[in-house]
């Protein structure tokens, strides 16, 4: 799955405004009543004082984030409009290069400025940790001054929209501010939360697939995750083919409560699971469109192993967890080549939206990821993602491919 389709892109691009109105503050205000213990008595950095440690310390089974959803929904929602917004006007002038020389684009900080602003608006009884990818340091450079005032307006327009936020607009310092919250470091205690503003930034240039990747940590567990993914089909794109036009899926889920999708203009939520598949030769796997991303030939070799007969599915961004998490494909390989770190905005909200929806996410040696250890992902070698049928054979692939390629080298 590949090109999106610029009319049907247009059409979710006015729809998504009205479902990012129907997340509006008021409906869930009931539970900022009901709520446990504030936020405020969670100190991040200093030594817990009696009454915080008397908290239970697995916080995720008994706790509800309801109002946290929402809240992440409404921000990735309305981040994808300024995303599709840019898209649809992408200039060469919009890409800037960071000192890794990957892209970064307007809507990336444009992204992760809304997204900053509206949890900060919509949970501001809580203190705010964000671990996010961007930072705004090329944005105060004088060589940076255009593009800001082009993000700050992107912004405040896309904000306008949603009718909820009704304070003056934001200045250009409010914006690198709000960029600038992602600096956290995340960690084993306390809440974080994790953006990836677009994930497949590549896919993004190209006009094809990205995500807007949206996670909560709690005490180092991801707790809930959304993905907003404007271009992908909201028909299955099984076999890289969908008979469908109409493109935009918002994925959510937290913990304990399943994986549900709807489309980004709004529709009804619906519950999402894996494919149940069990015989390896019918699996189709997706791994990363970008060759330098990933080893395909590793990939294809586990493949083989495995009798899967269809060619595999290449797609840019965490949409492919979104596409796994509704059965689409069976199985996601990862594997980056030697010295590259993971980060844990690449792959958090993709990992809940999958695995509440039934299926396994593991490094290549079967350990599940850890996000508590900072803005890194310590793994394995790999990550491999598929449902509990085909993981025991899937590893003993891998494992038997990662034996062959070691005793080549
Ligand atoms: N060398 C290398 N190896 C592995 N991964 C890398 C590498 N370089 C970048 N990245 C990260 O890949 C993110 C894009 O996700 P995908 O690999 O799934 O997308 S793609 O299909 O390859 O476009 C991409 O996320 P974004 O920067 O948010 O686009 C990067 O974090
Ligand atoms: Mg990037
Ligand atoms: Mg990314
Ligand atoms: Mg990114």
Redesign the pocket.
């Known amino acids: 799955m590949t090109a999106a389709a610029p009319a049907t892109s247009v059409a979710a691009s006015v729809g998504c405004l009205r479902a990012v109105a129907s997340f509006s503050s008021s409906t869930y205000s009931h539970f900022l009543s009901t709520s446990r213990i504030p936020r405020f008595v969670k100190p991040h950095f200093i030594s817990l004082p009696s009454f915080v440690a008397s908290r239970p310390l697995v916080a995720s089974a008994s706790m509800s984030y309801d109002k946290e959803l929402a809240a992440a929904k409404k921000a990735a929602s309305l981040a994808a409009c300024l995303c599709q917004k840019v898209q649809k006007e992408l200039l060469q002038s919009d890409v800037q290069s960071k000192s ?1 020389r ?3 684009t307007v809507a ?1 900080y444009g992204s992760q400025a809304i997204v900053s602003f509206v949890l900060e608006r919509e949970l501001s009884a809580e203190p705010f940790s964000l671990v996010a ?1 961007e930072d705004s340091g090329d944005l105060r450079k004088d060589s940076g001054k255009d593009t800001l005032q082009r993000i700050t307006k992107l912004v405040n327009e896309t904000i306008a929209t949603d009718g909820s936020y009704s304070a003056s607009p934001l200045s250009p310092e409010d914006v690198l501010r709000a960029i600038d919250s992602g600096k956290s470091e995340g960690g084993s205690f306390g809440r974080h939360w994790v953006l ?9 240039l190209r006009g094809e ?2 995500a807007v990747a949206l996670a909560l940590l709690d005490d180092g567990k991801v707790v809930l995750g959304v993905l907003a993914c404007p271009n992908l089909p909201l028909a299955s794109i099984a076999g890289n083919v969908t008979s469908e036009n109409a493109v935009g899926c918002l994925f959510f889920a937290k913990v304990g409560s399943g994986t549900f999708m709807q489309s980004l203009d709004g529709s009804s939520p619906v519950k999402v699971h894996v494919s149940d598949i069990g015989n390896s030769e019918d699996a189709s796997f997706f ?4 060759k ?3 080893m395909h030939d590793l990939a294809g070799s586990i493949a083989r192993k495995l009798g899967v007969k269809a060619p595999p599915v ?5 949409a ?1 967890y979104g596409a796994l998490s509704r059965g689409d494909g069976a199985i996601y390989m ?1 594997f ?2 030697k010295g ?1 770190r ?2 844990i ?2 792959h958090a909200a993709g990992c809940i939206v999958v695995t509440e929806a039934g299926g396994v996410v593991t490094d290549a040696a079967g350990q599940p990821l850890d996000f508590s250890q900072g803005r890194y992902l310590d793994l394995d070698t790999g990550i491999i993602v598929t449902n509990q049928k085909l993981m025991p054979s899937l590893l003993k692939a891998v494992r038997e491919s990662l034996e062959e390629k070691s005793s080549l080298l």
């Open positions: 890794d990957s892209p970064v990336d990818e990836d503003p677009i994930d497949g930034t590549k896919g993004f697939q990205y791994e990363s469109y970008e330098a991303h990933s290449r797609i840019d961004s965490q492919k990862r980056p080549h590259y993971e980060k905005w690449d």
